[in-house]
């Protein structure tokens, strides 16, 4: 069964830093492009940091000096390395990815993690 998981959250202050982590698995083929979403109450998802199969990145304004998104291709894992965290960042961030896997034939589909909680507070 194909699936993302999410770990790494948790409550720090402002200013710290925190490390998400998204891993795939599954018969994972190709990650043809992994992100990075958050969501706050009364709020939108809205996309935080991204990269494509060709491995351009893409973030976010509010993110952009803040935040580094990586991937490590062997393990099928993607990371959001977010410093100098600030108040506004505490959501729900979840995982995305398009995904080519065998089931058993190839399939491609695009997946969700369950998502983490980050919150920044004092």
């Known amino acids: 069964q194909v699936r993302l998981v999410e770990s790494g959250g948790g409550l720090v202050q402002p200013g710290g830093s925190l490390r998400l982590s998204c891993a795939a698995s599954g018969r994972i083929l190709a990650i043809n492009d992994m992100g990075w979403y958050r969501q706050s109450p009364g709020k939108h998802r809205e996309v935080v940091a991204s990269?494509?199969?060709?491995?351009?990145?893409n973030y976010a304004d509010s993110v952009k000096g803040r935040f580094t998104i990586s991937r490590d291709n062997a393990k099928n894992t993607a990371y959001l390395q977010m410093n100098n965290l600030k108040p506004e960042d505490s959501a729900v961030y979840y995982c995305?990815?398009?995904?080519?896997?065998?089931?058993?034939?190839?399939?491609?589909?695009?997946?969700w993690g369950r998502g983490t909680q980050v919150t920044v507070s004092s």
């Open positions: 995305n990815a398009h995904l080519t896997f065998e089931q058993p034939i190839i399939l491609t589909d695009e997946f």
């Open positions: 990269f494509t199969s060709g491995g351009r990145t």
